[in-house]
C-alpha cells in the first residue's frame, strides 16, 4: 500500500465518477461532498463506491463526470437513524484524491487490487456467520470494530471464502485480526413490513488474506481469486 494516513484503515481505489458532487455537511466551515465511484472488476463488473471528501482537496470544475481518479483514505461507517431503526452507513473518506489521465477500462482492472486495496485491522465485534452454498463454497461474514481517533471506531462488515472462512468460524469476540481485500458493492432488496421493496446496495470488504495479531498465528489467503455476481 501507497498510503501511511493510518496504519489499521488505510484505501487506495481506481476508477471513474459516475454522478455529480452532492453536499454532505459541514463542520467548522469546512464543507464535504459526496460522489460515487465505479472501480472495475477483473470479471468485467464494477463496484460502485460512495465517497466523501473535503472542499479543500479539489478545485470546483475537476470533480466531473466520467473523470478518473485516485483516491486514498480510509474505510469509514456512521449511524443512521430512520424510522425509529439504526441503519450503517459505509463511505470512503478521502485523505487525497489524484485526477488521472484517460486509460482503457481493461488497464485499470488489470492491476487488480492496486486499483481496489484496503488494508484493515481490527476486532471481531459478532459471532462469525458461516454457511456454504447450495454449490459447497465456504462464505463467513464478519463485522470488524477499527478503531479511530477520538475514541471512536468503524464497523466494517466482511466477508471471507475458503479455507480463510473455515478459519474466520472458530475466531471468538474480540480477536484482533489483519485484514487486506477489496471494497465490493452488492445490490439487494430490503422488504418492509407493509409489503413494499426498497432496492438497496450493500457495502463490504472483500478479504484476500488474513491473519491473527499479536499470536505468531496466521492463515494465508486462498489461492483462487472470488469475484462475487451481483
Not at 51 to 78: P, W
Not at 84 to 95: C, E, H
Not at 199 to 223: C, F, H, K, M, Q
Amino acid at each position: 500500500m501507497e498510503t501511511n494516513y493510518v496504519e489499521n484503515n488505510n484505501l487506495v481505489l481506481v476508477g471513474k465518477i459516475t454522478n455529480e458532487k452532492v453536499f454532505s455537511h459541514e463542520i467548522y466551515g469546512e464543507k464535504f461532498y459526496t460522489f460515487n465511484l465505479s472501480v472495475p472488476r477483473l470479471s468485467g463488473n464494477d463496484d460502485n463506491i460512495p465517497i466523501t471528501i473535503s472542499e479543500r482537496l479539489f478545485k470546483e470544475d475537476e470533480l466531473v463526470v466520467d473523470k478518473k481518479v485516485k483516491v486514498k483514505g480510509q474505510f469509514r461507517s456512521y449511524n443512521s437513524y430512520e424510522k425509529d431503526k439504526n441503519r450503517l452507513i459505509l463511505t470512503v473518506f478521502a485523505k487525497d484524491i489524484e485526477f488521472l489521465a484517460n486509460q482503457d477500462e481493461e488497464v485499470v482492472a488489470s492491476k487488480d487490487f492496486l486499483s481496489n486495496e484496503v488494508v484493515l485491522v481490527g476486532y471481531i465485534c459478532k459471532p462469525p456467520i458461516y454457511r456454504q452454498t447450495p454449490f459447497g463454497r465456504e462464505i463467513a461474514d464478519l463485522l470488524l470494530a477499527v478503531n479511530r481517533a477520538y475514541n471512536k471506531s468503524d464497523y466494517i462488515p466482511c466477508i471471507a471464502w475458503g479455507r480463510n472462512a473455515r478459519f474466520c468460524s472458530k475466531m471468538d469476540v474480540g480477536t484482533e485480526v489483519k485484514i487486506i481485500g477489496r471494497v465490493q458493492s452488492r445490490n439487494y432488496e430490503k422488504k418492509h413490513d407493509d409489503g413494499t421493496i426498497e432496492p438497496r446496495v450493500a457495502y463490504e470488504v472483500s478479504i484476500a488474506s488474513l491473519e491473527l495479531v499479536n499470536t505468531g498465528d496466521d492463515d494465508e489467503a486462498d489461492d483462487e481469486k472470488v469475484e462475487k455476481a451481483e
